[in-house]
């Protein structure tokens, strides 16, 4: 069964430190993975898609790799802030361009002030 | 690119009722997925369209549920006859190449 696993579930640290956050996957030939982040009643912001073929992804102070071998990917977040704090879900399409996403359960980062 | 919209954003009903949810998808994308998510889960798969034509539907989408998505523009969602395991956020995204872009959400609560 395909499925995406995130843990731990909920996540605090202080502010301006880097963290990881941890996505599992079972079956290695994934189509692509997307990280979102999702704020409290909201709906999803996409902040970075990693196709199959590459290795990593970065945006600002996000950075996101991709381990197919492993079945990992783990989003990086530079000099964490406050306003960082949400809901981080991992996302993997196995089937092609047309396929669904399926999501593990996500993240809750909490940043400290 | 005015992003994905949804309406409405909240609705409440009595269990019973039927309820139908709108999803406009960014301009010129072609494809329009609908999903669940409930409360500490992630969002879970229902339909999946490719211009007008439904092509894939979870087993989650019970006969109660309905999708449609005439002329490939907008698309709704009917539940007929709702119950309680239907309170959830049904989240709508759409796509052009490989990137999905979701809209804000309805929240259903059925009483």
């Known amino acids: 069964k395909q499925e995406v696993t995130q843990i731990p579930a909920a996540l605090s640290v202080p502010e301006g430190e880097n963290l990881v956050l941890n996505c599992s996957f079972t079956?290695?030939?994934?189509?692509?993975l997307q990280w979102f982040r999702q704020d409290p009643g909201k709906g999803l912001t996409s902040l970075l898609l990693i196709q199959s073929s590459q290795r990593e992804q970065t945006s600002g102070r996000l950075n996101a790799s991709l381990d197919k071998s492993s079945g990992r990917s783990t989003l990086y977040i530079a000099a964490s802030q406050p306003g960082d704090s949400a809901t981080y879900l991992c996302a993997v399409t196995w089937g092609g361009a047309n396929s669904k996403l399926t999501f593990g359960k996500g993240i809750t980062l909490s940043v400290r002030p | 690119d005015t992003g994905v919209s949804q309406d409405p954003r909240h609705k409440i009903t009595k269990r019973g009722q039927n309820v139908t949810f709108r999803c406009d998808p960014i301009s010129e994308h072609n494809r329009l997925y609908w999903y669940r998510q409930t409360l500490g889960q992630g969002p879970e798969f229902l339909t999946y369209f490719q211009n007008e034509a439904q092509l894939e539907k979870s087993r989650l989408l019970s006969d109660r549920f309905s999708a449609e998505r005439p002329k490939g523009s907008f698309s709704t969602l009917e539940i007929q006859r709702t119950e309680q395991g239907d309170s959830a956020m049904y989240l709508c995204?759409?796509?052009?190449?490989?990137?999905?872009?979701f809209g804000p959400g309805t929240r259903l609560t059925v009483l």
């Open positions: 079956d290695s030939a994934i189509y692509n």
């Open positions: 995204a759409s796509s052009l190449a490989f990137e999905q872009f």
